[in-house]
């Protein structure tokens, strides 16, 4: 299994600002991932991190709003850009090992906008 | 994309219940979790279950990839299991797990 690190664990940011989320795994992984959980929703997926090359984005997703980096195999940023309340969810980085696809997840981060 | 469907939406239930969640999924897939989220967000992993049956304590579950369905098992239930219930599909070929619409649980002591 893959022990997954987030932080912030929580923020609360003002709109029109930009929010940096960091990952640390604690071993090498094959993907790394990040969800979005928007309040009393599922986790909908947001990109692939790629190792050293730009990300993969989902339908609806976008670069400019959510950069994100993975500049080794073991760490990666999402960042929540020029921020409105609609914002406010829970991101989530996930990684899986490659020994088999079991998905493992950080503790989250719980973003607030006001 | 896959859709994956949960039920029930909502499930209330007295401690020492025994309740089934299901997981229907509309395509082939390569694997399938189960998740517990827990009031603090946090997701745990409960079972990588991409065919058969497994359990874990009061916990089993059993997928059959065939008929594109899963179900947890929980048994004598306990406040502790309140939380939201997800299972994630894994999408063939691209390691990416699609998320079911969960099942919020409340156990009442």
């Known amino acids: 299994s893959a022990v997954i690190s987030q932080k912030p664990s929580r923020d609360i940011c003002q709109r029109g600002t930009s929010l940096t989320i960091q990952c640390q795994v604690d071993?090498?992984?094959?993907?790394m991932f990040w969800y979005r959980q928007q309040p009393g929703q599922s986790l909908t997926l947001i990109a692939t991190?790629?190792?050293?090359?730009?990300?993969?984005?989902e339908s609806g997703f976008v670069i400019d709003k959510f950069p994100i980096s993975r500049p080794n195999l073991t760490f990666s940023t999402l960042t929540v850009s020029n921020m409105s309340p609609e914002d406010s969810s829970i991101y989530l980085c996930?990684?899986?090992?490659?020994?088999?696809?079991?998905?493992?997840f950080g503790q989250g981060t719980r973003l607030t906008v006001v | 994309g896959i859709q994956v469907e949960q039920s029930p939406p909502d499930l209330i239930l007295q401690e020492g219940a025994n309740s089934t969640l299901r997981c229907n999924f509309s395509?082939?897939?390569?694997?399938l979790q189960w998740f517990h989220q827990n009031p603090w967000g946090q997701l745990i992993n409960l079972f990588y279950?991409?065919?058969g049956t497994k359990q874990n304590g009061r916990l089993s579950a059993t997928t059959v990839a065939t008929e594109r369905y899963s179900l947890l098992y929980i048994s004598s239930s306990q406040t502790t299991d309140s939380g939201v219930y997800f299972c994630a599909v894994e999408e063939a070929g691209t390691y990416k797990y699609i998320f079911g619409t969960g099942t919020r649980l409340k156990v009442l002591a």
């Open positions: 279950i991409p065919s």
């Open positions: 991190a790629n190792q050293g090359s730009e990300a993969t984005y």
């Open positions: 996930s990684a899986i090992s490659g020994l088999n696809t079991e998905a493992f």
């Open positions: 395509d082939s897939v390569n694997n």
């Open positions: 071993s090498q992984v094959t993907m």
